[in-house]
């Protein structure tokens, strides 16, 4: 019997890998990680000196990577300071070593 796509349960860290992945699928949001990664962290008006970018579409980027679980804000008004999910980044780290070994 065929399984339609809808039927398949996906293992937890499939599921896991699949969101950092598709967060990863856009350039900029890797450009700002990288970023993060060497600054430990910064206010969305520091990225916004960093890419030629308008502050609403870094402050869009900002939220993906939020909601992804690989940056965490900290709400200092009237910014809010971003730095890398340790946590959750070698979560992801790991994730995609499995995968490509």
């Given amino acids: 019997?065929?399984?339609?796509?809808?039927?398949?349960?996906?293992?937890?860290?499939?599921?896991?890998?699949?969101?950092?992945?598709?967060?990863?699928?856009?350039?900029?949001?890797?450009?700002i990680l990288k970023h993060l990664e060497s600054a430990t962290c910064c206010h969305t008006g520091d990225l916004v000196d960093v890419f030629p970018?308008?502050?609403?579409?870094?402050?869009?980027?900002?939220?993906?990577?939020?909601?992804?679980?690989?940056?965490?804000?900290?709400?200092n008004p009237p910014k809010i300071k971003y730095c890398i999910n340790q946590e959750n980044w070698n979560v992801a780290k790991k994730l995609f070593q499995d995968f490509f070994d």
């Fill in 1 to 31: 019997m065929k399984r339609s796509l809808e039927t398949i349960v996906y293992k937890k860290d499939t599921e896991a890998l699949a969101k950092f992945a598709k967060v990863l699928g856009h350039p900029t949001r890797i450009a």
């Fill in 53 to 75: 970018l308008a502050q609403s579409t870094v402050s869009q980027h900002l939220k993906e990577l939020k909601n992804a679980g690989l940056i965490q804000g900290e709400l």
